[in-house]
């Protein structure tokens, strides 16, 4: 069993500090324990290019046409049975450099898509995606601010473990915490985030949420986007649809229970996801072959160019 600490903080502040105590319960379960500061990697952001999605689904692996510490960082994260990522709260939510390595996992790593993926390679003796990519991994979060401004933080964390479905253990955010290695509450958490993620990635079957319970029963987020029509709200994380009221003042987010299939964090959400997908992609694909659209696309091109660094120009 192998647990996979990554801290996206500063060497050797906070974030690397607490992910390596969280490694050290992970270490007192048995768990073989590896480190990993994103800070020492070269991580490109996506550009959106669907070139993986495109090789993914003409059975070509779904490769990414970036040159970089990616695709390294990623096969460390499929070995690993667990992982804890560390991060700061930025601006209230995760840093940039957290979200690069969110749409870096795009499609090309989603499960839905990847299952989809190998039949297509099986059915066409092409190269089926990496297999690890199938299996099923338990993962925790911690997000550490300076200050309360940390709302949008746990929806942000648990983005990364919707695309590969994996099950999250803990998703914890400590407020008010420049100074967390010195506050032992704090850091007797981070330890026991350790220790739970390593008992989840022992047992996966019997692994549960171990985190306080949000206002979504499905996923514990606790973003609800309320639609102009205010009978209307969705968790902002899993995309479940239903309603919120007050009661005994507590919030309660209630959403009917045969539509749970269609979570994005579901398989079978995925699969409906992909669906959608595949027909607005071959919507795009119809309006690229005709002269309104390419006449469209040339009135844009030709109508200003971006400006560049002398340097660049």
């Given at each position: 069993m192998k647990v996979l600490g990554i801290s996206a903080g500063t060497r050797n502040g906070s974030n690397d500090a607490m992910c390596k105590e969280a490694l050290m319960g992970a270490k007192e379960q048995g768990a073989e324990i590896?480190?990993?500061n994103v800070w020492d990697l070269d991580l490109k952001h996506c550009t959106g290019c669907v070139a993986c999605v495109k090789s993914l689904m003409s059975g070509k692996g779904g490769k990414c046409v970036l040159k970089d510490d990616f695709d390294w960082l990623r096969g460390e994260m499929f070995d690993a049975d667990g992982i804890i990522f560390a991060g700061p709260i930025f601006e209230?939510?995760?840093?940039?450099?957290?979200?690069t390595i969110v749409d870096r996992f795009g499609p090309r790593n989603d499960r839905?898509?990847?299952?989809?993926?190998?039949?297509?390679a099986e059915e066409t003796g092409g190269t089926a995606p990496d297999p690890r990519i199938l299996k099923d991994k338990v993962i925790s979060f911690m997000a550490i601010g300076g200050s309360d401004w940390a709302t949008r933080a746990q929806c942000d964390a648990a983005m990364l473990a919707m695309t590969p479905a994996w099950k999250i253990i803990d998703n914890e955010v400590f407020m008010w915490s420049k100074c967390i290695v010195m506050e032992d509450d704090k850091v007797a958490q981070a330890h026991e985030i350790g220790v739970n993620i390593a008992k989840a990635a022992a047992d996966y079957e019997k692994a549960e949420y171990q985190g306080e319970?949000?206002?979504?029963?499905?996923c514990h987020c606790r973003e609800i986007y309320i639609a102009d029509d205010a009978t209307k709200c969705i968790c902002t994380m899993c995309g479940l649809e239903g309603t919120i009221a007050v009661e005994n003042g507590k919030v309660t987010f209630t959403f009917n229970p045969e539509d749970e299939h269609k979570a994005h964090d579901t398989i079978s959400g995925k699969f409906?996801?992909?669906?959608?997908?595949?027909e607005n992609?071959?919507?795009l694909d119809e309006w690229r072959k005709s002269d309104e659209f390419k006449a469209r696309k040339k009135k844009y091109a030709e109508f200003i160019t971006g400006t560049k660094?002398?340097?660049?120009?």
């Open positions: 590896e480190f990993i209230s939510g995760m840093a940039g450099i957290f979200h839905s898509m990847n299952i989809i993926g190998t039949q297509i319970p949000g206002v979504c029963p499905h409906l996801h992909a669906d959608d997908i595949k992609e071959g919507k660094p002398a340097k660049q120009a």
